[in-house]
């Protein structure tokens, strides 16, 4: 199971992706992906930036850290 920073992290890259390929229908369907994804976690894509943290700070991603 993923961890929800994991989903964070594929939202941001799903939009970094899209605006690469502007104007194709490989940007709207990884639009559609990020807009699902951050859907699940009560968030729209342009929160997703604010709400993904560096691996290494308090609520890091590992279950044991410290």
């Known amino acids: 199971m993923r961890h929800p920073q994991d989903d964070l992290l594929i939202v941001y890259a799903l939009i970094e992706f899209a605006r690469e390929h502007k104007g ?20 729209t894509p342009i929160e997703v930036a604010k709400q993904l943290e560096e691996r290494g700070r308090a609520n890091c991603w590992e279950e044991d850290c410290r």
């Open 24 to 43: 194709t229908c490989v940007e709207n369907h990884a639009q559609e992906l990020a807009t699902e994804i951050a859907d699940q976690h009560g968030l």
